[in-house]
DNA sequence: AAAATCAGCAACCGCAGTGAA
DNA sequence: TTTCACTGCGGTTGCTGATTT
C-alpha cells in the first residue's frame, strides 16, 4: 500500500507547459503569493495542473531572476568543488548560484560538466604519469602540515559558544567535536543533514576564518560578503579536494590512494566523511542511470595535494543555503 | 534525404522530512 | 504519540532538436 497521490493523475494535464499556463500560474503568483499551499493552487489559478507540477514550473522557470544559458568559469569552479566534497546534493550547490536552480545545475552537470571534467583528466593523464613514491611523500607532508595547521588553530575546534546568527559551515570530516553540531540542533532542524557532517559557526568566526583566503566571495544571508574559504577542502588526512578547473592544471596532482586513505592514523580516519570512503571504497561515484555513473579513479585527480594550500588553508569550506531557502519561501 | 543516434533539458516520480491536528 | 497532508529534494524519464551515418 502506498501514499495516496497528490492529486487525480487522470483529471490533471503533463508534458511541456503551454505559454498560457506559463502567464496564468506567474500572474496569480505574482499577485497573490502561493498562500503557502501548492496542492490548492492549481484550482485556484484555474490550471488542470497537479500542485507539484506547478510548483516545478515556478522554481525552475517562472520566478524573477531565473538565470538560463551558459555557465561562466566561475560558476563551473563552484559547482565542481561542491560536488566533489557533497556530492549530489543540487539545491545547496543551487544556493551558491543566484538564479541558477537545483535542476539546472543537475543537468548540467550530468550533461556537461562530467563530462568536461573527465577529458580533462584524461589529458592529464596522458601528460603527466603517477609515481607511488610521490604521494606517500606528499601525503606524509601534508599530514604533518596538517597536525600544525590545527594546533595554531584551536579556535576553529574549540569555539563552544555561539552567537544567535549562525550560518552553516559543511566539512567534508566531521568537526573534532561532534557535539558543536548537536550545541546547534535548533538550526540543524532547519536544515537536513546528519550531525556528523555539518558544524555551525557563527559570522564572525567565519570573517575571521576567511580573511586569509584568495577565493571569490559569497554572499551572506544578510548581505555581508564572506570569502569562501581556503582553495578546497582541508580533511584531517590531507587530501585536498581542488577548487576545480582552473587551478586544475597547476597543480602536481596525484590520485587519491585508498589504501593510504583507509590506514590513516585512528583520529584521521574517523574524520574522514564516510560518504567519501564510500565513494573511494566503492571506486564509483553515484550519479544517476548506469551509463552515466563515473568512476572515483576517473575524477579523483581532482582530489590533490597542492603545495600553494598550506599558505593559506583553512580546513572548512563554506557555503550558505538560507538564500536558496530563501527564495523558496517566496 | 532518411534513419539512427546523441545531447540537452523540462518535467515527473517517489521518498523522506516536517508540522499540524 | 500517532497519523497524515504537504513540501522539498534527488533521481529518472522522455521529448525534442542536433548531429552523424
Not at 490550471?47 to 560558476?75: A, Q
Not at 535542476?103 to 556537461?112: A, E, F, M, S, V
Request: proline share 5%; hydrophobic share 30%; aromatic share 10%.
Amino acid at each position: 500500500m502506498g501514499r495516496a497521490p497528490c492529486c487525480d493523475k487522470a483529471n490533471v494535464k503533463r508534458g511541456p507547459w503551454s505559454p498560457e499556463e506559463d502567464s496564468k500560474l506567474k500572474a496569480y503568483i505574482e499577485q497573490h503569493g502561493t498562500g503557502g499551499n501548492w496542492i490548492t493552487l492549481p484550482q485556484k489559478v484555474g490550471l488542470k495542473r497537479c500542485g507539484k507540477s506547478c510548483r516545478l514550473r515556478w522554481l525552475n522557470y517562472l520566478r524573477p531572476n531565473i538565470k538560463h544559458g551558459e555557465f561562466t568559469d566561475e560558476e563551473d569552479n563552484i559547482i565542481c568543488t561542491l560536488y566533489m566534497s557533497i556530492g549530489s546534493r543540487w539545491s545547496i550547490i543551487a544556493a551558491q548560484l543566484p538564479g541558477r536552480t537545483d535542476n539546472d545545475i543537475k543537468n548540467y552537470w550530468n550533461t556537461r560538466l562530467k563530462k568536461k571534467l573527465l577529458l580533462c583528466n584524461k589529458q592529464r593523464k596522458d601528460q603527466r604519469p603517477r609515481t607511488g613514491s610521490y604521494i606517500n611523500h606528499n601525503k606524509l607532508e601534508m599530514m604533518k602540515e596538517h597536525e600544525n595547521f590545527f594546533a595554531t588553530h584551536q579556535t576553529i575546534n574549540n569555539a563552544y559558544s555561539w552567537p544567535s546568527q549562525q550560518i552553516l559551515f559543511s566539512t567534508l570530516i566531521a568537526p573534532q567535536n561532534h557535539d558543536l553540531a548537536e550545541s546547534s540542533s535548533a538550526n540543524s532542524h532547519n536544515f537536513q543533514y546528519s550531525s556528523t557532517d555539518q558544524v555551525y559557526f557563527s559570522q564572525d568566526q567565519l570573517c575571521q576564518i576567511s580573511s586569509t583566503n584568495q577565493l571569490p566571495s559569497m554572499n551572506l544571508v544578510n548581505g555581508n560578503t564572506c570569502n569562501m574559504v581556503s582553495n578546497g577542502y582541508y580533511p584531517s588526512n590531507g587530501v585536498v579536494i581542488n577548487n576545480g578547473l582552473q587551478e586544475y592544471n597547476n597543480y602536481n596532482s596525484v590520485g587519491l590512494d585508498h589504501d593510504a586513505l583507509n590506514s590513516t592514523s585512528t583520529t584521521h580516519s574517523q574524520q574522514v566523511d564516510k560518504s567519501v570512503l564510500e565513494m573511494v571504497n566503492s571506486s564509483t561515484i553515484s550519479t544517476t542511470s548506469q551509463d552515466q555513473s563515473t568512476s572515483w579513479e576517473e575524477l579523483s585527480p581532482l582530489v590533490n595535494y597542492p603545495p600553494s594550500v598550506f599558505e593559506t588553508v583553512s580546513p572548512y569550506y563554506v557555503f550558505e543555503e538560507q538564500r536558496y531557502m530563501g527564495l523558496l519561501k517566496q
